[in-house]
């Protein structure tokens, strides 16, 4: 048996749900140990304990709520000490937790899905038992050589989707139609640019969802003075990919000059691929180089006047040429490498790698 833990719910958590989906569909016994840090989950599975403590994610370090969650994750570890064999570890602090259990026979996956504090980050991944990234390309951000851990998995951050999608063709509209959902974060991801750059220029539609960081009062003040923005708060995944998929651009900017987007990989790359939507992303950074690789979408400057000179020439008969072979080269890498990842790295690689840990020794 697995057990997962993870300091946000099921319903939350879209990497958490494909390792879940995962177990289901090859009946591997799993159970969940989650917190519900907005008191808002849609759901909890049938095999999750789920702490209800509220705590919006950018107070995530406060010290009374991280003991309770503390003590609730050892809790279930104990009580449940007869069944699991593998603890799969989101993120440091939840690794931390889990290797005194190390010591007394269990195995550790240290799955990291942000990095934090590199030196320590660094010292549990040999220690553990398995450390999966969702690019390998991100040793070099922890600073560790893949021949000293004792097992290495890439698992890109590459969504399940349940539903299809009719594609809307892009720019065949009176407008340019731009989507942003997900987390609100202050000078980072370029909210405030695109924002502004929506404001000032009438050719703009902005469908923007998302909550975070004190955002959302001056998202909602920019939709009440612009009739072009349109804010949705908080949405369910599906309702997400609805909003990308009416778009002619998703926006996903991540400003280098935090070292953690250096090396970000985004379930916004993938969600692109998917719907054939070409993405706006950020040079100097890793998704930024996949994206200009691939020519599935544009790289500019961390600037307003970066995203702005995007569209100097949108009109163009050139640029609209461009823009139609990069939702064909969309479509072409989703369906030639990632249509099928559960099956293929999931199923294929983690599970095996999982029953290999459950084996008797």
């Not at 057990?3 to 569909?25: G, H, M, P, W």
């Not at 660094?122 to 690019?135: F, G, M």
């Not at 985004?266 to 930024?288: D, H, M, Q, R």
Request: charge should be positive; include cysteine; proline fraction near 3%.
């Amino acid at each position: 048996m697995i057990c997962f833990i993870n300091r946000s719910s099921v319903d939350y958590d879209v990497r958490l749900q494909k390792y879940v989906q995962t177990c289901k569909e090859t009946n591997t016994p799993y159970f969940v140990i989650s917190w519900d840090r907005l008191l808002n989950a849609k759901f909890i599975d049938e095999h999750e304990h789920q702490l209800k403590l509220y705590c919006p994610y950018a107070q995530g370090k406060k010290i009374i709520p991280l003991l309770r969650w503390f003590f609730f994750v050892w809790y279930y570890l104990i009580k449940n000490f007869a069944n699991y064999r593998v603890i799969h570890a989101c993120n440091m602090e939840n690794t931390l937790l889990s290797l005194p259990f190390k010591l007394l026979g269990k195995k550790v996956i240290f799955d990291v899905y942000d990095s934090q504090m590199v030196n320590i980050e660094r010292k549990i991944s040999s220690k553990v038992d398995c450390l999966i990234l969702p690019a390998e390309k991100r040793l070099e951000q922890i600073g560790i050589k893949k021949e000293n851990l004792k097992q290495f998995l890439e698992v890109e951050n590459v969504p399940t989707f349940r539903q299809s999608f009719e594609r809307v063709e892009g720019l065949k509209r009176d407008k340019i139609y731009l989507s942003y959902v997900g987390v609100f974060q202050k000078q980072i991801r370029g909210l405030e640019n695109l924002l502004k750059m929506v404001l000032d220029d009438e050719r703009f539609v902005l469908d923007i969802a998302g909550v975070g960081d004190g955002l959302e009062t001056i998202v909602q003040e920019a939709a009440t003075k612009c009739d072009r923005i349109h804010y949705y708060g908080k949405v369910q995944y599906n309702e997400g990919l609805k909003l990308m998929n009416n778009s002619d651009f998703i926006v996903a900017l991540y400003y280098p000059y935090l070292p953690n987007h250096v090396y970000a990989s985004p379930n916004k790359s993938y969600e692109s691929l998917f719907l054939a939507t070409p993405i706006i992303t950020s040079k100097g950074t890793l998704v930024g180089e996949k994206v200009f690789n691939s020519n599935t979408g544009y790289v500019v400057d961390d600037t307003l006047d970066g995203l702005c000179r995007l569209f100097n020439n949108v009109d163009t008969i050139e640029f609209k040429q461009e823009y139609q072979i990069k939702c064909k080269n969309c479509e072409s890498l989703w369906n030639s490498t990632y249509s099928d990842y559960l099956n293929t790295n999931l199923v294929g690689k983690y599970l095996n790698l999982v029953l290999t840990f459950t084996k008797k020794e």
